[in-house]
């Protein structure tokens, strides 16, 4: 039963509001999936909003019942639910369920193969879980490109490095992993190489504008409150304390959160590849939050002043740019960044959603610092997935549309 209330309130998250944030990211024949599940909801629903993102709306109600049901094997109900709304929560997360990127579908599909990988060392059917991987594996590098195998090789190696060399990983089940994946994709690059489309063949499938090395770092800055609780692991890494200890089980999975995350914001830099690749590093960044909000939640760890200043500053200050959008774009629409039109009809009530967002984060950061954590997190989370979602169906009309086609262009 709440599995079907997760989905049914991740449906009315993303569904019904035909919002729509262009990329301008034209799916190629290296990663042709996002081209053909677009297609197939234009062929049912009509061209249209609608139909243009169903697509990425039904992976982000996928995500965020796959938050719940990981987050209830690792400890309970209770996890699930503050895994899936931390990442609903944030900002950056919920928005890019939002646009039309083509590798949103590739990026879940990787997160899932490295976790099925993880659980290879603990599963009663590893090579259930090995075969699992491997289309996982595969299904991501048809919608994310070559650059799928190479961000999964090199979190496995960093992981291994990690744990010095001592897993327990053997390598007749990576093998097996392996040759599922290419099985899985395999057919459809040796259909392109029939058809002579395999010439120029990149591992970074789609066309960046350039965004630097720095960029995508700051661009974390965006998946605000996320990132503030995953900085806490600052202060409890080398902590050896009775209240944050972990099962073994739980241990290895941040070990493997943490090199997804950083292996992938290190390739996706160095590739200067485009910001809406970001959403690989979503799901574990949401999930390392997790952890330590519920520990915050059980009284097992309480936040530092840094934390609840860093909380309210960030979410200050994110609150008070929303608020300040209607007012420059009614009196002053050159001071409006570029992604917005200039002729865009702006009203002064719509500052109430920044207004909401300071007052929610201040009285959120408040409540946690007297000791009310659940009802501060409540708050801030609830707050901030509402307020987004009404933030992106008001100002969603005025952002400047990239041009997008929807058909899988063969190189030749």
């Known amino acids: 039963m709440k599995q079907i209330l997760t989905?049914?309130?991740?449906?009315?998250?993303f569904l019904p509001f035909p919002v729509l944030f262009r990329t301008g990211l034209v799916p190629g024949a290296d990663a042709p999936l996002y081209g053909?599940?677009?297609?197939?909801?234009?062929a049912v629903f009509g061209q249209g909003?609608?139909?243009?993102?169903?697509?990425?709306a039904l992976a982000g109600i996928l995500t965020v019942l796959t938050c719940f049901q990981l987050g209830k094997r690792r400890?309970?109900?209770?996890f699930g639910m503050w895994w899936a709304l931390v990442l609903v929560g944030s900002w950056l997360p919920q928005l890019l369920f939002r646009s039309d990127a083509p590798m949103i579908w590739g990026n879940y599909f990787l997160f899932l193969s490295i976790y099925l990988a993880y659980r290879l060392s603990w599963s009663t059917s590893p090579w259930r879980a090995a075969a699992l991987s491997g289309v996982g594996l595969g299904i991501a590098t048809l919608s994310a490109g070559l650059v799928a195998p190479v961000i999964w090789a090199l979190t496995g190696l960093v992981y291994w490095t990690w744990k010095r060399f001592h897993t327990g990983l053997k390598w007749p089940q990576l093998l097996f992993i392996v040759m599922i994946a290419a099985?899985?994709?395999?057919?459809?690059?040796?259909w392109l190489g029939w058809r002579g489309g395999l010439t120029g063949l990149r591992i970074q499938p789609y066309s960046s504008a350039g965004h630097s090395f720095s960029?995508?770092?700051l661009a974390m800055v965006a998946c605000f409150p996320v990132l503030v609780f995953a900085l806490t692991w600052l202060q409890t890494a080398r902590t050896r304390s009775i209240y944050l200890a972990q099962p073994a089980e739980n241990r290895d999975m941040s070990w493997w959160m943490w090199a997804l995350f950083w292996t992938g914001l290190l390739v996706l830099s160095v590739m200067r590849a485009p910001l809406e690749s970001a959403s690989l590093l979503h799901l574990p960044l949401a999930y390392l939050a997790a952890v330590q909000v519920h520990r915050v939640v059980e009284g097992r760890l309480r936040l530092r002043p840094w934390n609840l200043a860093l909380l309210g500053i960030l979410g200050i200050g994110g609150g008070l740019m929303l608020a300040l959008l209607p007012l420059a774009g009614k009196y002053h629409p050159e001071l409006l960044p570029t992604c917005f039109r200039p002729d865009a009809d702006w009203h002064i009530a719509e500052m109430a959603y920044g207004i909401l967002y300071m007052i929610f984060t201040a009285v959120g950061t408040a409540m946690v610092a007297k000791k009310r954590a659940q009802e501060g997190l409540m708050l801030l989370l609830f707050g901030g997935m509402l307020l987004i979602t009404l933030a992106a169906v008001s100002f969603g009309d005025k952002v400047r549309l990239a041009p997008q086609g929807t058909a899988v262009e063969t190189k030749k």
């Not at 400890?75 to 209770?78: I, N, P």
Request: charged share 15%.
């Open 215 to 217: 960029l995508h770092w």
């Open 49 to 56: 909003p609608f139909a243009a993102r169903v697509p990425n």
């Open 36 to 42: 053909w599940l677009q297609s197939a909801a234009e």
């Open 7 to 13: 989905v049914l309130a991740a449906a009315l998250l």
């Open 75 to 78: 400890d309970d109900e209770r």
């Open 183 to 190: 099985v899985t994709a395999g057919w459809y690059y040796a």
